[in-house]
């Protein structure tokens, strides 16, 4: 996920249980690969206003489970392109950090503001070069994303299952932001 | 060397030979800790002008010689408070990275720009708290640079060498864009 252009599909779970879909997941031969927890914290320029450019700058504090490991990212995204309902490409770019504390502390001296900080559980599965992602957002419900490169399995996923979902086009930081329910209690240690 | 104030005692080196000053180091007890080659690139902010604010922002790439490590750092610097003649204090904040060449492209598509780069041998020698660096700069010649808390120390050594040492309150970069003879040629494979 370094450097390469995100096609992905994102979606509302609207349905009460995730039973279906991950019988579908299943049936389909998705394998669970690993779960995570995630803290996102996103920032906007010191000069340019990231929710008009539509660009994005993250520290993700990642956590997997079971692992007692911890790996700290510094992404970039540029702007999305809208290429089907719930289907987006974004320009990403990413770096691994040692320390998010002192990655936020460069940040805030170069005028980087906090704008909002985020938790989400996290499942991922996997085929072949297809991901599909189970994301609890603590205060804003479940989603699922499909990210591989080649559209026709997303629109494919997402006909099988339209019943549970409902597609989204908004980041989970504009959705905390317009809701401002989203919560960050995580502990890195 | 993170997030704390530094204090440190920069001078050009003025002798031909550097022999009385490793005579120095080592009849006070200094011992050798390692060498590296460094390259060192400086950013612009998007909106802030550092050669003004005094401020800087830099990517270092360290290769340590013989033992085939490679470690990354991207550091904040604050502006600077001259203490003596040659002895500065100056916030730094540091982090370490796992690609400096990601980093680079995304401090780019943030509107950072690359002001200069340069590449450095530096050995490093330490006795207790006190570090002493002799560093040979690609284009720009020898200098001795001398890092503890307690100034006094700083400016015993500096006078026990007086004769070989030139005080020198400007950095490696402004030294670079003065001069423009500064070299970046650099293997980090």
């Known amino acids: 996920m370094n450097n390469y252009v995100e096609v992905e599909g994102k979606y509302r779970i609207t349905c009460n249980n ?34 008009r450019t539509d660009e994005a700058l993250r520290v993700r504090i990642r956590k997997y489970i079971g692992q007692g490991i ?5 992404t970039y995204k540029g702007s999305r392109k809208i290429l089907a309902e719930g289907v987006k490409a974004r320009k990403e770019i990413e770096v691994e950090l040692n320390n998010w504390r002192k990655m936020d502390k460069i940040l805030l001296s170069l005028g980087f503001q906090r704008v909002a900080s985020f938790v989400k559980e ?18 804003l419900g479940r989603f699922m994303e499909v990210e591989t490169n080649n559209r026709s399995i997303i629109e494919n996923i997402y006909s099988s299952l339209s019943e ?3 597609p989204v086009n908004k980041t989970y930081l504009e959705l905390c932001l317009e809701t401002q329910k989203c919560r960050d209690d995580f502990d890195d240690s």
């Open 18 to 51: 995730i039973r279906k879909i991950n019988y579908f997941l299943e049936e389909n031969g998705f394998k669970e690969k690993y779960r995570v927890v995630e803290k996102d914290i996103y920032y906007n320029h010191p000069c340019r206003d990231f929710s």
């Open 70 to 74: 911890v790996k700290i990212v510094l």
């Open 122 to 139: 996290r499942i991922i599965y996997r085929k072949k070069d297809v991901e599909v992602t189970i994301d609890h957002v603590y205060g």
């Open 164 to 166: 549970c979902l409902q």
